[in-house]
């Protein structure tokens, strides 16, 4: 960029961006080095004596900004950091965080401070985590060392300035008997109350969730957090739910930077770590991700900025859980079609897709993907080659359809970059789409160009005149190279 470029971009990122928290706690921003940015800013210093990297470095962090932006982040944090010289720095980048318009739920943990006080009492605790029997004394141990917790955490958020409300969204019932044990005052999470946590966010509110719960008969119930987190961050449909833990996640002492759902549940059952907290960590990250959340987040709380690290570097510092798209988008099978006609006709009906019929899917069915949320169709798409002699292949993408149900979660996108290695893996130098009424998706989305129907191939210009449905016709060239690991499909 030159010069002009950085002098004018930069008051506008500071406009922008609450410079008051990151000049507390982003490196960027810190001190010393905010002098050096404004020096850069200014008109009379000479491009080769800015300090680039700065740019690079701001730059790399607002590149995160909108696709941030009003997306829920579930932040669990673990009772022991909560004691770290630390902490307050921890709350400070959630300060951040919230105000970058980013909707986030803090969910604490307490099993520290639960032990703490049991040992002053000399009461021995049938569980300290949640997850197994909780005695009447163990929840009555629970309950003032949560309370306690809950107050300090709105006492240092108050001092941030950050408005706060311990809520009860949530209904929970009693976790029963398991294994033939009788889990007393244990609870789980029946639902979340999902319209007050969005009246909190509407008002700049942090909601803070205590890991305790109350049945229909007002008894109160011990939960885990890492169980609220997961459970919260699938009914708000969070982008990310992330797990500010106690230490990381690390095989023969080098952190285990990615895993899928799959690879998270192994590591689970096989008690791949001894840390029953991590365990749990593992365990509730691969169902929220295996249910609405696309991205988990385990951090190391005791490195310092190690949450903002994460969300705002390419590498992270921590583990990410992420739905592995290529196992959730499979080839279509002769049993899907009856739901992909259930599922298509209402898009048929609107005139937004082409009418099919169940052969014409039959017909070409290598050609059909379908896209599965923990189990259940919920998308598709299909992606055709058109053959010209003497040319690379065409291919072009049909039936992309999200249910309405799972709209707006990126699933559409996915599908469509998923045809686009299809098409690659075939060959094809560019892939087109016919739209009447997702065009701006494909342009705005998609980085897509409308094209005149010269580009299409001769067999398909032929049906798209004779179709006289007038769709737009979207172009996109394939000769880039694809980010992504090729389907296992
Ligand atoms: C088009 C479709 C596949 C998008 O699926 P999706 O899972 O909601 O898409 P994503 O979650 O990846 O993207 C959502 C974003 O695209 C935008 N978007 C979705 N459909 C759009 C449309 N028709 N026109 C313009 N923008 C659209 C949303 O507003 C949202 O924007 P935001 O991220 O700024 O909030 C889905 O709406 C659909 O099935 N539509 C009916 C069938 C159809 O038209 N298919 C295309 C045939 S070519």
Redesign the pocket.
Known sequence: MGKSGATSSLPNAQRKLPTEPFALHFPLFAAGKIAETEAVSSPTLSPSARPSPRFEDLRGILRYVPQFRQRVFVIAIDGALIERPGFSSLLQDVAVLQSLNIEVVLVFGARSQIRQLAAQRKISLSNDDGMGRTDADSLDVAVDAITRQSSALMAALTALEVPVAVTNALSVHPAGVINGIDQEFTGRVERVDVESLRACFKADILPLLPPLGYDGKGTTRRLNSDAVAAEVGIALRAAKVIFVSESGLHRNGQRIPQLTIQDARELAREQATTDVNLLSKLRYGALACSATVPRVHIVDGTQEEALLAELFSNEGVGTMIHADDYHQIRPAREGDIPALMAMLQQ?IDDA??VPRSAADIRDNLPDFFVLQVDGNPIGSVAVHTHTVTGAPPTAE?AC???SRS?????????LVTFAEDTARLRGCQQII???T??F??FE??LDYHTAAPEILPPSRREAYEHSARNSKILRKDLSAASNLPPPSA
Do not use: D, P, T, Y
Request: a positive charge; aromatic letters at 8%.
């Open positions: 898009s937004a897709l993408i992309l359809f999200v799972h709209k707006n979660c990126g699933h559409g996108r996915r789409a016919l739209s009424q997702a701006r998706f705005e989305k």
